[in-house]
């Protein structure tokens, strides 16, 4: 006996195209990730929509997975109003106005360098962490970096998922 899809798969997978693009942009910026979702409709389970884009995000140009990063805000700067980057950067939320401005600087630092917001799956993370996820990380060289970031988007991207699938 095989069971149902969850509730927020089975909404997910009798969307229109449209609406869902519009959904799998919530997750991801990636044009060609979401693409790439949405030709392999419908899901039976959240693995094999996580599965799905595991290997999206694996086959992403650099200049896709640069679209994809650009949707991400900076760590400590959550989008105003945008109640998942506020949940995702939480560990935030107690952190000095030191160790916020030590982030910030590394950040625009790291973005000199890279091109790009550091990006970092920061859920379940402190402050702490990701100071030194970030000062760890600056020390890579471009091509470490993008496939360290392209991770970190695998793991973010499945954490949405997972949410949008399980109807949260």
Known sequence: MTSSPPPGLTRFNALDDSAAAAALREVCAGREWGSRLLARRPFATTAALCSASDAATARLTAGELGEAIAGHPP???????????????????GASGDLRRELLELGLAYQEKFGHVFLVCATGAT????????????????????????????KINRIRLTRLAEGE
Request: aromatic share 0%; hydrophobic share 25%; glycine share 10%.
């Open 75 to 93: 760590i400590g700067r959550p989008k105003p109003g945008d109640p998942v980057s506020a949940r995702e950067q939480r560990g935030l939320a």
């Open 127 to 154: 402050g702490e962490q990701l100071r030194d996820a970030l000062r760890a990380r600056s020390g890579n060289s471009p091509e470490e970096e993008r496939e360290t970031a392209r991770d970190e988007l695998v």
